[in-house]
């Protein structure tokens, strides 16, 4: 993913294990700003999102690609918080957008995107590559699964990779 790759060389320390973990795990960026360290379990491959928009606490399974980014980052702070700010604190709105807005003049692209598309991309390419929609709404923590279909119910057949149940 181009994004991912700028925002690594752009901030290989800061912001890119942040921006990957929202990409990789299609939480909001809320719900990664307000990970502690515990909420990160090794042991069971899960992130444990708390105080989520709809209120209630959901658990998400990392890939092997983000737990080595999530160790390498936690290895470089001792602060409570998974992704803080250079004082130890939580990330704010403003820095974050302000970064964002930096690293888009740097590495613009032919359309202007936020974290939440990353959301978007995540879900879709989670369809895409064969994903059922109740496991999407559990993953982006939607209440209702009407609010997922609505959202990525337009997906195509035509953009499914492999439609065979028979075939990996």
């Known amino acids: 993913m181009y994004i991912l790759d700028g ?3 752009y901030s290989p320390n800061v912001f890119f294990p942040f921006i990957y973990t929202v990409a990789n795990t299609g939480a909001r960026r809320g719900e990664v700003v307000n990970l502690l ?3 990160i379990d090794f042991a069971t491959g899960l992130i444990h999102l708390r105080q ?3 209120g209630e606490d959901r658990s998400i399974r990392i890939s092997q690609n983000l737990t080595q980014v999530l160790k390498d980052h936690l290895a470089t702070h001792t602060s409570d918080y998974a992704f803080p700010n250079e004082k130890g604190e939580m990330l704010g709105r403003s820095q974050i957008q302000k970064t964002i807005v930096k690293f888009q003049k740097h590495f613009p692209l032919e359309k202007e ?3 939440h598309a990353l959301r978007h991309s995540f879900a879709y ?3 895409k590559k064969g994903g059922e929609m109740y ?3 559990a993953v982006l923590g ?3 699964i009407q609010v997922t279909v609505d959202l990525y119910g ?3 057949a035509q953009d499914v990779e492999n439609v065979s149940p028979y075939e990996s």
């Open 113 to 115: 995107w936020g974290l």
């Open 135 to 137: 496991q999407l709404q």
């Open 52 to 54: 989520t928009k709809n």
């Open 7 to 9: 925002i690594k060389r």
């Open 37 to 39: 360290r515990e909420d």
């Open 125 to 127: 390419n989670y369809l």
């Open 142 to 144: 939607h209440k209702h």
């Open 154 to 156: 337009q997906l195509k």
